[in-house]
């Protein structure tokens, strides 16, 4: 990680900005759907150009990488086993003192992170299923920094699928709809039960209940 970035500092100077309109007329702002889930301040340095990394040895893009995933490890919350259902919105924003050349694609790397472990590529955070178009709306903008102050703000939010949190006492997992459940004894239309809770704690349900559940729908509204 670069010594001298500071995520404090830089968050500060994020919620700062965000609180006052873009400086340039032109800057717009894409407004965020859903829930925030996770954000990200990134140091500059670690934001390459796509012209810049096409043109570097492996090792070096592989450090990069690397001190990307020891940045955003950290700012990302508990581990993830599953990625968002749905199609995640995400929010980059470059604050430089220079605007990027256009297709500079700087969070490239960054939101490849957000993707799901795949073979060979395991520092992964798991918010995204990947980041083609159908997976994820991805939105990257540029606004004015003071030189020397700049860093990158990455923010990751549930999309148009609100966001369900599991009902079960203390837990804060990120929860599954659950259509119904069939008591074993009685099977009756009446005793279906609708209710939102984790994986984890539907399994528990079950089995401290007997209860069945019909179905599970991710983050969909009953
Ligand atoms: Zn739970």
């Known amino acids: 990680m670069p010594s001298r970035f500071c995520i404090e500092t830089a968050r500060e100077r994020a ?4 609180r006052r309109p873009p400086p340039l007329a032109r800057i717009i702002r894409p407004r965020p759907v859903g829930d925030l889930v996770a ?12 012209n810049w990394s096409r043109h570097q040895p492996i090792g070096l893009l592989a450090r990069v990488k690397d001190d990307l995933y020891d940045v955003m490890r950290p700012q990302a919350g508990p581990p993830r086993e599953a990625p968002l259902p749905g199609r995640p919105f995400v929010r980059c924003i470059r604050f430089s003192g220079k605007a990027p050349d256009r ?5 490239k790397m960054a939101i490849d992170i957000l993707c799901a472990p795949e073979e060979g590529k ?3 955070l798991s918010f995204l299923v990947d980041d083609n178009e159908d997976d ?9 920094a003071p030189p020397g102050r700049g860093f990158g703000l990455l923010e990751v939010y549930t999309g148009a699928l609100p966001a369900v949190w599991c009902r079960w006492r203390g837990c ?9 459940w069939n008591r074993a004894r009685r099977g009756q239309p009446d005793d279906l039960v609708k209710a939102a809770f984790c994986r984890a704690h539907v399994a528990k349900m079950q089995s401290a209940r007997g209860l ?3 179905g599970l729908c991710e983050g969909a509204i009953l």
């Open 172 to 180: 804060a997992e990120r929860a599954f709809r659950v259509i119904g």
């Open 212 to 214: 069945t559940p019909l």
């Open 103 to 107: 297709g500079a694609d700087t969070f």
């Open 122 to 124: 395991h520092r992964r």
């Open 15 to 18: 919620e700062a900005a965000l």
């Open 136 to 144: 994820a709306d991805v939105h990257q903008h540029w606004e004015p």
């Open 39 to 50: 954000s990200f301040v990134l140091p500059l340095e670690l934001l390459k150009r796509q």
